[in-house]
């Protein structure tokens, strides 16, 4: 009988953990859910919705009701995660809204493992000592990754954790295939974290030319992985620089905090912040060993704080893996500094102190607060501090979304009036129709003002962050002139084919506004199409006519 | 001649099919208790889905380094450069035009064909 070594059984407990106390609590313990479940932001459903359209016309243009109606707009967005998403749906019979939320988790927690091989290739103990952190990518705020839609960046820099391994591993034959298609997979899932990837390279190559180790196989390697990694994201490439990068490009800028977003601050570990912070110092101090374990921490650590030279968003996205990237100064600063208590580690000793670490990160205990400053809560210890929540949705917003997916034409428009979620515009795309929505400032206005009105300031929501492209020849893309009014400007609301108003609110003057409108169109000939405990949906049967009588009430 | 070889132990360690299965085992029974809500067809249906699409192509094409490789480092890495693999390639061939739907089947086979005959090489 094979001998199950101490070493597995913790990896096996790590896995169980980090599924349980991560996607499991993410998810309330289920993998299937009946409507998009903790979806915290627009951006998850942009995603989700993208993924979607793929699936149902292809990886070419955006489906129509994603960007204003256009049928010629090419998909800018990097292609790997959404064809994941897709295949796992096929696969496992989950819908896509399950899928992709799971590719993206699943992998992350992949990742931790993969982390663990490359500090264990180091040192073993510290390795063990090092992986109960990775668990904190699923507390608050490192979670607002997955929770607020930063998908396509979460799941990059898992291939981005590949990439230190496959750099790693590169003295095995035929290595330069790995680091090319690990490479090839940052670019092609979130194309930021391909620039960090070449810095992680950049670094680590030019210290080993700095300190004379660099040889001849490794340069030629890194030539051939280069050469690949070009052939196989070329395509992709040729898009990135005629878009994103147009669109995006660098600028020098300061910005120490991340705006309207709960970022992580390093004072976000506490107290763990003293052995991180002495494993920092001791690996700074090995650095001679240009060990990968050691440059990647360090180097993803300096990407993070590239805010402050313009990386922006970029470098703030890379905090929600910090819980991976610096689990290993965690590792080797308790390994290092309790050498003075224990001379000779064994995997007891380790397999215990990996334990102790991981109730402590796992919530079971919940240590109170440090301290409160203006910008995040300080812990003593960070753990798991999120609780379930289903998020943005609700079932009756999913089933009236879907009746208008499943039961009108596919041409049909749609005019979304108040609701508390649809500020967070993509989840209107579910409907997967044309869709418009009042301007909720303006429809405020309106209600204080006591008019019912034909016509209301009118946003026209869709995608691509804002920008489109055409693509008339392959190296060829032209971002088309909108007229003016088009995204957002008063229009009638009588030229629609459906009505959505939300019956409840959280200001319910709000939602009874929604319902005189209602019923003012019904009295013009519209009518009641789908309805339930949230939401109804009017039919106009005169669009472009008179849809409603103006007045005061 | 050809089955005698792809039968040798060399390419297809009967060990580590075993190790395989257990790992299938030993995810379900992971999946199962972080996802204990979940009715146990759809999470048996998960797990195959993730070791079809991920965990069996990712062994096979890492089987190349298996002199170099333990078989728990080789299966967690390959998880990732099978998905890194399917993802890439799927894109590649949905442009040229077969539908998506094929694509779980499709690729998964191509790398466990390739690992297989790229291994076959290697002993030849």
Redesign the interface.
Known sequence: M?KIGIE?IL??TF??VM??LG??IL??????HDFPFAYGASDAFQHQVRTEA??DI???FEAPYIVKGFKDFVIIYP???Y??A???S?????EIYDAIY?VVV??AV??A??MY?VIKEFNKTVAILSLPLSILIFSFPASTGFLWGHWPSVLSQ??V??VF?SIL?RE???SFI?IA??I??TA??HTSETIFAIIFMAIFFGLRLAFKKLTKREFINMALAGMIFLI?SF??LVIFINTWAVKQPFVFAVQPLWDGNPGFYIAGFGLLLIPIAIGLIFSISEIKALHVAIIAPIVMLIGSYMNYIGFEVRSFQLRFFWPIYLSFFLGFGIYATSKFAIKKWNLMYASASFIILLVLFSGIVKFPALMQTDIQTIPYIPYLNRETSPGLMSPFHWESLSWIRDNTPKDATVYFFYGDIYSQDAVLRNTKRIHQQVDPEDFVKALQERKIKKEYITEFPGDTAGSFYQRPSFFHFTSPDLPSGFNFGLKSICNFDYYVFDKVSRQNVLAQYNLLIANEMLKKGAEVVFENEAVVVLKSNNVGGDCIEEGNF | MLEEIVLKKEIFDIKELKYLGILFLLALTAFKIAFFRENSIVLLRSVVAIFWLFVVPGYFLMLYWKNNLDFIERTVAGIGISAAIIGIFSYYISLAGLNLRFHAIVLPLIMIFAGVIINLKKLD
Request: aromatic residues 20%; charged residues 15%.
């Open positions: 094979a597995k990896l096996l896995f169980i599924l349980y996607p499991g998810f309330d313990h289920k993998i299937k793929i699936k292809g990886n070419r292609p790997v995660m064809q994941l897709i295949m796992l096929y696969s496992s019979g989950l799971f699943f992998f992949i990742a493992l993969i091989f898992s291939f954790v590949l391994w591993r095995i034959k035929h790995l298609i690990a090839s997979a092609l899932t196989i395509y992709y």
